[in-house]
């Protein structure tokens, strides 16, 4: 799906986690999360608003300090060595973070400076850059003029002219297109393939599954760890796909079923997730199909699906907790 | 490669992150129209608005006595004066030249000098006469201390009266040494009314722009210079670019020394600015050595930008910040000297008044442009900004924080 094979099994993590906690008063906003990811992969980070992804990274990035745990980033230990992290490392926050009334060389020269990048190398760097994510067209257009997808490219632009080891992006493609979504990631890819380690944070299932591997958030604690195909791999046999002409009337009849943890309309198709305690989704499907007939709906159809990241998440969100913690991709 | 020589490496990176940031920064200041009118619209405004005078009553000018005559008359005559209350007689001094230096420090608004043939021609009653320099650099001193001398000078003969009549004996008495001086045949005669000579210094027409002018350089720096930097920071917080500049390898000091120094810059152009159009607009006379106005200002400037960054990093949005610099403008305004005559104020008016920078550097700027006085002169001024400044710099970097 990815196109880019899986990272060599490298042993060093770059990212390295124990019991990180970040609490803002009352509220736990990362709670005791355990992290490793390793050179050269895409790590992403997934959970809805509010579960801690940026508050994860901050502290990562040393720009928040935990309120308890350890974290190692590229060996430093984080916040003490933070310092000497932050020319191997390039951040792109989830707002947009460079000066909109700056014009896009401007900003990346900006950026070089700041990293230390001298002369020829940094008028090099910064060509190199406009050229590599097309930006030479809009090189004197300030960026508050930028759409959101040339925003994000100058942005990833900004946040790579240093070649660091390591790149964070907040919810990189929030409120972006999925064209330019599309040829961000393989901008990733290529990132990747040439070593950069990525800790992404997302929001989209589609980019999710894209990653190496993931780990999924809710309410600050870690909730699931591993490959995308391992993760749903844990709910083979969960999920049953049914067909019918009037979905609504199967909705409110698979939810009278004990089998049935949810239900996802898709068009006049329905995603059902099974429950844990439910039968494989071989026997199951059969068993629905029966039931609907037997509730007046003889046209339904069910049967057998592959799981989905969204399934995982539903999953996640009803309350299981799914740790694929195998570090090979099937 | 040795240790001096990545010493100067690391120096030499840390330079040219702080000047990528300066450059950075003025680059946006180009770029923004408020900002630019900000710089000069200022300047021209509050020149034109603080062209009219305001009259204050004068009281308490501080005031230097040098007494030729040593006389007890001359002793009574300065009791006199100090009982008018405009006159608070300070210190007695022995030379002239030690006079224009306290004027031209601004440490007396007045000397008043007794000429040595001041008791023998009071008290044979002929055209006994003082002199009183006064500052007239602030009008507003000038005219009250005209006023009052004038005043002091008809109704002083009426006051003194019964001490030059209270018979020869009397004055035997409690000053023989006079009697002598003058030898018995000296008759003591009613006085003619005391002439007071008053003798206008720095600024003889009484010109209040002349006066007001040179503060108004002060009190626009105060009030750009402190914003300026506060929004500068606060804006990048408010934006959120402060979270990709945080996340680079620029240090705090880089940070805080990258958004000073442009307004350094501009700082300067506003000086040289509102000078220009002092002397344009009101023919403000330059009497003192720019090169030491300059020196003088940039201890002064510094303050005010480093309070920039206190501002900053106790603000959460640029609305707070604009707010928490008025806290600190308005008082500078007010009881600096700048409104009202420093030494008619209260006691502890003036006690806050001389923490803040803008006290000194009033002193310093008038005293080199309106009158001349060079900056050696004016070294307790400096030092007082120096201070300031060290511990708005100690409390900057105290708060000033590179992390979210």
Redesign the interface.
Known sequence: MTGAAPPAPVAEAVIETRGLSRRFGAVQAVDRVDLEVRRGEIFGCLGPNGSGKSTLM?ML?????PSAGTAHVLGCEIPREC?QL??A?G?M?Q????????SVR?NLD??A????L?GGVRRERIAASLARYRLERYATTRAAALSGGWKQRLALA?ATIHQPELLVLDEPTAGVDPQSRREFWEELFELASAGTTIFVSTHYMDEAVRCHRLCMLRDGRRVAVGAPAALTHALAERVVEVADAHPEQVIAALRASDLVASTTQLGNTLHVLLRPQAPPAREAAPRLERALVAAGLGSARATPAAATLEDVFVAIFLGERLDANRPEAP | MSALARLGHACARSLRRTLAIAHKELRQLARDRLSIGLVAGIPALQLVLFGFAINMDVRGVPTAVLDHSHSAISRRLVGELAATQTFRIDRSIEEESEGFRLLATSQVGAVVVIPSDFARRFYRGRGAQISILADASDPTVASAVALSGQGFGQDLAARMQPFATGAASAARRLVPGDRDAFGPQSEIVLPEPLRVEVLPFYNPERRTAVFVVPGLVGVILTMTMMLMTALALVRERERGTFEFLIATPVSRLEVMLGKILPYLAVGFVQVALVLALGVFLFSVPIRGSLVELAAGTLPFLAAMLAMGLVVSSASRSQFQAMQLSFFFFLPSMLLSGFMFPFDAMPRAAQWIGSVLPLTHYLRIVRGIVIKGASLGDLGAEVAAIGAFLAGALALAAATFRKRL
């Open positions: 901050r990035l040393g720009l928040l300090r310092e932050r020319s490392v951040y926050t707002r947009f973070s460079l000066y909109d009334d700056l401007e900006f950026a400076r700041i990293f230390g001298v900004a």
